[in-house]
């Protein structure tokens, strides 16, 4: 059975960082694209970064130069490096996975996590 499960959440001041760990079992995803998306209350999911099978990354302009994405194939894991967090950051965050290259859309995605919540005080 495919999980991914996240953890790293929390509750953090603005300006401070987090870093969201995405752990896949069930199966390698060597040949996967994994993308992070955050869904605030009353809100759409929205994509927040994605990473593609030969580590190509891809960033939404509201989180370009302060989110960092990345994998350790080993671990069978990704993660989601965050600084200088907003208020605005806060939401639920949600790794998935589908083959090969980077969508922006949630239904392009084959597997889901089961989110983390984070938290950005003012």
């Known amino acids: 059975q495919v999980q991914l499960v996240e953890s790293g959440g929390g509750l953090v001041q603005a300006g401070g960082s987090l870093r969201l760990s995405c752990a896949a079992s069930?199966?390698?995803?060597?040949?996967?694209?994994k993308g992070w998306f955050r869904q605030a209350p009353g809100k759409e999911r929205d994509f927040v970064a994605g990473?593609?099978?030969?580590?190509?990354?891809y960033y939404a302009d509201s989180v370009k130069g302060r989110f960092t994405i990345s994998r350790d194939k080993a671990k069978n894991t990704v993660y989601l490096q965050m600084n200088s967090l907003k208020p605005e950051d806060t939401a639920i965050y949600y790794c998935?996975?589908?083959?090969?290259?980077?969508?922006?859309?949630?239904?392009?995605?084959?597997?889901w996590g089961q989110g983390t919540q984070v938290t950005v005080s003012s």
């Open positions: 990473i593609d099978w030969i580590s190509n990354t």
């Open positions: 998935a996975a589908r083959r090969l290259v980077i969508a922006t859309m949630a239904g392009e995605y084959d597997y």
């Open positions: 069930g199966r390698t995803f060597d040949d996967y694209a």
